[in-house]
Antibody
Framework: QVLLQESGPGLVNPSETLSLTCSIS????????WTWIRQPPGKVLDWIGY???????SYNPSLKSRLTISVDASKNQFSLKLSSVTAADTAFYYC???????????WGQGTLVTVSS | DIQMTQSPSSLSASLGDRVTITCRAS??????LAWYQHKPGKAPKLLVY???RLESGVPSRFSGSGSGADHTLTISSLQPEDLATYYC?????????FGQGTKLEIK
């Protein structure tokens, strides 16, 4: 059973960088795409972007200028950095396996990140 | 962006009922349509992908159908554990987009 776990600060100051890591257990990061999704409270799920284990990425154009997704295959992890955050970036953030014209077959439980001073 | 219009936004049904949730895509998405189940505090779960392919381990009371713009998730006989919010997603064109969700309640 593949398990994914998001980790990172639950509170970020406005204008700073939001950083999250997704740790994968029970399976390998190799040969798969890995995706970040978020959901602001009471709003729709928002696709952030994905990364292949080799490092190639695809981002949501609405976030591209502030977004970096990276992978550390040796640690079976991938990460998200979103810069210059505002209150609009407050959301539950989920990591999942899948992407590039594939469904998301395993998800983490999500982590709430609040942007506030 | 492709808009995924999902309906209804909420639904109350009795145990044993047949439940149908619909999703309409604003543009062509080929067969790249998935349905997810999300229970509070838990990881979302893939139910159906490729419009009608049941994910391994998902009960056979769940089924997906559709073609072109219009797609449907059906639960043939509602069970207590089906209390959840359901989402459709297109994974054909970036940015991949989700429906607004259908919150299913048990009467």
């Amino acid at each position: 059973q593949v398990l994914l776990q998001e980790s990172g600060p639950g509170l970020v100051n406005p204008s700073e960088t939001l950083s999250l890591t997704c740790s994968i257990s029970g399976g390998s990061i190799y040969n798969y795409y890995w995706t970040w999704i978020r959901q602001p409270p009471g709003k729709v799920l928002d696709w952030i972007g994905y990364i292949y284990y080799s490092g190639s990425t695809s981002y949501n154009p609405s976030l591209k200028s502030r977004l970096t997704i990276s992978v550390d295959a040796s640690k079976n992890q991938f990460s998200l950095k979103l810069s210059s955050v505002t209150a609009a970036d407050t959301a539950f953030y989920y990591c999942a396996r899948g992407g590039f014209n594939r469904p998301l077959d395993y998800w983490g439980q999500g982590t709430l990140v609040t942007v506030s001073s | 962006d492709i808009q995924m219009t999902q309906s209804p936004s909420s639904l109350s049904a009795s145990l044993g009922d047949r439940v149908t949730i619909t999703c309409r895509a604003s543009q062509g998405i080929s067969n790249s349509l998935a349905w997810y189940q999300h229970k509070p505090g838990k990881a979302p779960k893939l139910l159906v992908y490729g419009v009608s392919r049941l994910e391994s381990g998902v009960p056979s009371r769940f089924s997906g159908s559709g073609s072109g713009a219009d797609h449907t998730l059906t639960i043939s006989s509602l069970q207590p554990e089906d209390l959840a919010t359901y989402y459709c997603q297109q994974y054909y064109t970036i940015p991949y987009t989700f429906g607004q969700g259908t919150k299913l309640e048990i009467k």
